[in-house]
């Protein structure tokens, strides 16, 4: 998602003190929800050398927020159409423009006003990120927004109660109580545990017992 990087230095960003409350401390839910939705998607493209999937990579994109002002990273987020390698930062006007095109927050107490307010606002009228999703792992809270004529809408949820992302290609829904990938067939995208045991089922199926192997 490109846009223009020069002219974030006069936007009308949120205050300076609501910034610093996106800064709220981790839980070990928040944690191994971002773990989880990491190491599924980079399993789902492990043969994609354009796509970039972060988890609390900061984003620098204007000269304001490089003076000072506390923005927080997002929990996680995706880019397309970017070189897949390591960063220690995602520098909008190093990386030719691009923003994220879909971004989660996981909500948590400390947080979740800000998620909700100044920091969708911010990934609607500065990032213009295509799609904003968030998620609490406590409550289950779970919605996503995709953007129309430069405002979030709210992604109304299909039959299986799963949101439908056009830019990931892929679903999301709650599975276990956690935030998860799936695939237009409603296929659950798995980790490589998942997926170990997946493949462990289908050859004792076949009458082999894949401990001895």
Request: glycine share 8%; proline share 7%.
């Amino acid at each position: 998602m490109e846009n223009d990087v020069d002219d974030t230095t006069n936007l009308d960003l949120p205050k300076e003190e609501l910034w610093s409350e996106a800064l709220g401390f981790e839980s070990s839910l928040h944690t191994a929800q971002l773990f989880l939705l990491l190491e599924s998607i980079e399993l789902h493209w492990r043969d994609r050398t354009d796509v970039v999937a972060a988890a609390n990579l900061t984003i620098e994109f204007s000269a304001k927020q490089m003076a000072g002002a506390t923005f927080g990273p997002p929990d996680f987020f995706v880019v397309l159409g970017a070189e897949r390698k390591p960063r220690k930062s995602w520098n909008v006007w190093h990386e030719g423009g691009k923003y994220p095109n879909v971004i989660i927050e996981v909500l948590a107490p400390s947080t979740a006003a800000f998620d909700r307010g100044p920091r969708k606002q911010v990934y609607q009228d500065v990032f213009r990120t295509p799609e904003y999703f968030w998620f609490d792992p406590e409550t289950k809270e779970f919605a996503g927004f995709r953007l129309l004529g430069g405002r979030y809408e709210p992604i109304p949820p299909d039959s299986d109660g799963r949101l439908w992302s056009t830019q990931l290609d892929l679903s999301f829904g709650v599975h276990e109580g956690k935030l998860r990938f799936f695939t237009k067939e409603g296929t659950l995208v798995p980790t490589g545990r998942e997926r170990a045991e997946r493949l462990a089922e289908k050859l004792r199926a076949l009458g082999v017992d894949p401990d001895k192997l």
